[in-house]
């Protein structure tokens, strides 16, 4: 985040972001703590799926239509102008090729349930989002009769999707189905015996930006807003420096593999709802809290 805002602040020298960094239950926390305390300290919100969802139903946040949102297709922003993303983390499976040979990769979910998996890959014990997408999109039945067949090849639970991605370029993991693609591509570039594939549907997870209620600068909050959507501001930045998959399209991409036409995209209004259902079943399934 630290070189977006610098990006920022050379475009507008008037303005000196300053930036608290963490998890989105750890931002979520931290915001609402200060809300209750009649504290509003963050002017913009960068945050995932479902924490966007409760920031709403908590009357946390306010609408702003950019004028930026301009062809950023529907599935990246709420109409009402409460949320919109400026880009996406698309899933992938990541494999170490020492290990697993490109041709004898999964290919698809249902290769992935094949019991010589059993014990070689991760997921992590945060990710009720991807599998409520999942389960939305497939039906209940077949989306709790696959994960438990997934669960009986004890995919080891590893927290965050940037150490799982290193733990498959060293080798200690064989490969992990939900990475966030542009990571292993980076290890990749970087030398890591890495590949990536993507299966269908393509889960997206985007980066949604929200305007709280009560901030202290909204007119600053906003041209932020607007720069970080625009086509020649953050988002080009994001998508040529660091590799992330812009929610428009037509820019250059580092990793333009991520590119897909379709995309499952986990939505705050869609996933929030449903949230503590989700997370029940994946935690029953995978274990997680026992």
């Known amino acids: 985040m630290t070189p977006l805002l610098e990006e920022f602040h050379k475009r507008y020298p008037f303005i000196k972001p300053e930036h608290y960094r963490a998890n989105a239950t750890g931002v979520f926390n931290k915001f609402a703590t200060e809300a209750r305390a009649g504290q509003t300290f963050a002017d913009v919100i960068d945050i995932s799926a479902g924490e ?4 709403l139903q908590s009357a946390l946040i306010d609408p702003y239509l950019s004028p930026n ?3 950023i297709p529907k599935d990246f922003m709420d109409e009402k102008g409460y949320w919109t993303a400026h880009y996406h983390f698309v899933l992938a499976l990541g494999f170490n090729t020492q290990h697993i040979k490109p041709a004898e990769a999964p290919k698809s979910y249902e290769e992935l349930i094949n019991p010589k998996w059993k014990g070689r890959m991760s997921l992590d014990p945060a990710d009720q989002d991807l599998f409520g997408a ?16 997934l669960a009986k090849l004890e995919p080891r639970m590893v927290t965050g999707h940037t150490q799982q991605a290193n733990l498959v370029s060293a080798g200690e ?20 015996p890495v590949e990536t594939r993507l299966f269908d549907p393509v889960l997206s997870n985007p980066a949604y930006l929200l305007l709280p209620k009560n901030s202290s600068r909204p007119h600053a909050a906003a ?16 998508a040529e420096k660091f590799g992330r998959t812009p929610t428009r399209t037509g820019l250059k991409e580092r990793f333009p593999l991520l590119r897909v036409d379709k995309y499952l ?9 449903n949230f503590k259902e989700f997370t029940k079943f994946y935690n029953e399934i995978f274990g997680i809290g026992k």
């Open 223 to 238: 041209l932020f807003i607007d720069w970080a959507l625009a086509p020649d501001g953050g988002m080009k930045f994001f």
């Open 173 to 192: 993991i064989h490969m992990a189905p939900w990475l966030y693609g542009y990571r292993p591509l980076q290890l990749k570039d970087g030398g890591a």
């Open 69 to 71: 949102r301009e062809g």
């Open 52 to 55: 966007a969802h409760t920031f």
């Open 134 to 149: 999942l389960l939305l999109h497939w039906g209940k039945e077949k989306a709790l009769n696959y994960f438990r067949s």
């Open 265 to 273: 995209v986990v939505k705050p209004e869609i996933v929030g709802p």
